[in-house]
């Protein structure tokens, strides 16, 4: 069977480590990883940090044995302990995604997490190592606890502010940048020794810095980007939920507000809807719960 050992030892024995393994280095799988080797078919694999103690982590069916060379008193650690597989850092991460830009009606939302090392096994008994495979019913069960829980940033555009950018000659991507390099700054400030920083990526890293053109505001470096972050990285996975769970809320505030089940998504059905709120509410009151950039907002107005 095979085993998932992890150890915490100087950065001056990573070094060590790393001369020892020399003839067995593989390519790294990204620039949060310090080295990794395949020794006897046991994967090694060491982890970037700011701090003084790095984290290496040795997979396969000798794992056992291969982290015992590096610490004699090192155990088998249990089952559940396990990470999500696919994931591909596990040490002290921030990571930032977004919710609400494929639907019609209802706010964007962005949030940045703080993820530590220790936060991992609470994160997979919470299922959120599978965030894009939980119902809205499951994220409005874990929401409330999460919340308590977790540190995170969270930034909500309303459909009237929204639609005011617009107006203004922002596009939905340069909307999104901003909004989640004030997320992950909130984060990055209260905890400055994060190394190891996440974003679900929606555009060409070169173009995301791009939209970040105010002169006045800090922006945070050294990002990792990669599509579908939520399946990599665990800080985004629990972004995503957090930001799910907060739009959900929203919805709901609408629903009570208007007095009318808003809808999710964009589809046919979304569009007669508007059309019975149009009628009810007014263009006024469209504006601020609608986005105009959406085929549906023409072929609503101009019914």
Request: glycine share 4%; with cysteine; net charge neutral.
């Amino acid at each position: 069977m095979k085993e998932n050992i992890t150890i915490t030892v100087p950065s001056t024995l990573v070094e060590v480590m790393k001369e020892y393994y020399s003839d067995c280095l593989e390519n790294s799988q990204g620039e949060y990883v310090d080295f990794q080797a395949r020794k006897n078919d046991v994967i090694i694999t060491a982890y970037l940090s700011k701090k003084e103690n790095k984290k290496v982590t040795f997979f396969g069916e000798n794992a056992l044995e291969e982290a015992r060379v590096w610490n004699p008193e090192v155990e088998k650690q249990e089952k559940e302990e396990k990470v999500k597989e696919g994931w591909l850092y596990f040490g002290d991460q921030i990571g930032s995604d977004e919710v609400g830009v494929g639907d019609f009606l209802g706010p964007m939302i962005v949030v940045a997490a703080f993820v530590s090392e220790r936060d991992i096994k609470k994160l997979i008994e919470l299922g959120i190592h599978d965030s894009k495979k939980m119902t809205d019913k499951k994220i409005l069960e874990v929401g409330p606890e999460i919340v308590k829980q977790f540190k995170f940033s969270k930034l909500t555009l309303p459909n009237e502010k929204y639609n005011e950018m617009l107006d203004k000659g922002e596009n939905l991507n340069s909307m999104k940048a901003k909004m989640h390099n004030r997320a992950l700054l909130n984060m990055h400030k209260e905890y400055i020794d994060v190394l190891n920083i996440f974003v679900d990526q929606f555009v060409a890293e070169k173009t995301y810095y791009k939209y970040l053109n105010d002169a006045n505001e800090e922006q945070v470096k050294d990002i990792t980007f990669r599509t579908k972050g939520e399946s990599y990285f665990p800080c985004v996975a629990l972004a995503s939920v957090i930001a799910r769970y907060s739009y959900l809320k929203e919805m709901k505030k609408l629903s009570e507000k208007y007095g009318m089940d808003f809808p999710f998504g964009a589809s046919k059905k979304v569009t007669e809807f508007a059309k019975r709120f149009l009628d009810k509410y007014g263009e006024e009151e469209l504006y601020k719960v609608a986005k105009k950039n959406f085929a549906n907002y023409s072929e609503v107005i101009n019914k």
